[in-house]
């Protein structure tokens, strides 16, 4: 176990390494750090040329894992994710060849670019740690992570992704365009900033006892009562036809510790669950029909998170 000054240590020279490779934007790094600290994966979703893959990459690369980068495509197949089973004619036996998909970090880009029956090929992987072939099961190597990227739905050539497959994301996240400091920076630089240019600060053992000490962090009754109190509200707007699933209600609880235990805390408070109900839960509820002809769906959910939070009494 990490001694609180190490495992603090760890995280600010995380952090560090991702906002060199993601400029001016400590909010967007933070959210991903609480991520991957919680056992979780990030959907990356904004319009391109933000940096949606260069943060995914910054993050496997600050990590001493193994990584993989799978550009998904309109004609992939689920086997191009998973691996297949091939007849060995010398052994006369069947062997398995894993897919990308067997890697600590599986950066999914442009995942919406695939057919739902290719996304559907990593509801397992995502929920289970493991892949099922042919009948057989393969566990997944620890640490296991995936981050996605996608355009919005609305572009040329996407697939929405399904409720099933958004509720697997622990925290959905938009990078947006940078201030005007920031991108003069990114401007002026001669070469372009990429994640793979990062070099590992925290190594595979690091990160497993870093998700270890923050299951450990303490969370009160009445602050689980208070997201339970959320949770129950988007089951019964009147605007919403899928409210957040006791999936997404764990995913808060585990999202809450990771960023208490990042501010150096051993404990949660109200505003920590304020600051990350929106990323967690927004992509987890659907507008129903009639409410979605008024506006954006991504833009009415995060409205009708925002109303809640301001109905729902904050413990004291």
Known sequence: ???????????????????????????????????????????????????????????????????????????MLPSDVLGVTIYNAGAQEFEFKQGPVFTNFLLADEINRATPKTQSALLEAMNELQVTIDGRSYPLEQPFMVLA???????HGTYPLPESQLDRFLMRIRIGYPDRGAEREIVRCREAAHGETLEAVVSSEDLLQLQEQVSRVTVDDALVDYMLAIVDKTRAHESLALGVSPRGAQALYRAAQALAMIDGRDYVIPDDIKRLAIPVFAHRISIN??????????????????EILTLVEVPL
């Open 1 to 75: 176990m990490l001694a609180a000054p190490v495992a603090q240590s760890r995280l600010n020279e995380l952090e560090a390494a991702l906002n060199s490779a993601i400029r001016g934007k400590p909010d967007v790094v933070r959210l991903s750090v609480v991520c991957l600290l919680a056992r979780g994966h990030l959907l990356i979703e904004d319009v391109p040329g933000v940096g949606k893959t260069t943060l995914a990459q910054a993050m496997a690369r600050s990590v001493q894992c193994r990584f993989h980068r799978l550009q998904f495509t309109s004609d």
């Open 149 to 155: 990227t996608q355009n919005p739905v609305e572009h």
């Open 289 to 306: 029909a009639r409410a979605s002809l008024a506006q954006r769906s991504t833009e009415l959910s995060e409205r009708i998170l925002q």
